[in-house]
């Protein structure tokens, strides 16, 4: 089984040069779309950047207050 392919033949495209170009200014004939989405792609959750924003937050928060603290000579584990 065979299919015939989306674009057009060129023996029966007018405006096609020796080749199978155009001439300058002259717009290229339209090929058949074989791709596209079949259905619509459903949206992402959103739930799982806000959770990974809040990780990143709370984590930068703690180093923040571990140099603090060590500024600070409440702690002394930094270096």
Same mark, same amino acid.
């Given at each position: 089984? @065979?299919? %015939?392919?989306? #674009?057009?033949?060129? #023996?029966? %495209? &007018? /405006?096609?040069?020796? /080749?199978?170009? $155009? @001439? &300058?200014? #002259?717009?290229? &004939?339209? @090929?058949?779309? =074989?791709?596209?989405? @079949? ?11 806000? $959770? %990974?924003? $809040?990780?990143?937050? $709370? !984590?930068?928060?703690? =180093?923040?207050? !571990?140099?603090? +603290?060590?500024? +600070? /000579?409440?702690? #002394?584990?930094?270096?």
């Amino acid at each position: 089984m @065979s299919t %015939t392919p989306p #674009d057009p033949e060129p #023996d029966r %495209t &007018p /405006g096609l040069e020796p /080749g199978g170009g $155009v @001439s &300058p200014g #002259d717009t290229p &004939p339209e @090929s058949g779309s =074989v791709s596209g989405l @079949s259905h619509p792609q459903p949206m992402p959750g959103r739930a799982f950047p806000i $959770v %990974t924003t $809040v990780v990143i937050g $709370v !984590l930068a928060l703690c =180093v923040l207050g !571990l140099v603090i +603290a060590q500024v +600070a /000579g409440l702690i #002394d584990i930094l270096w």
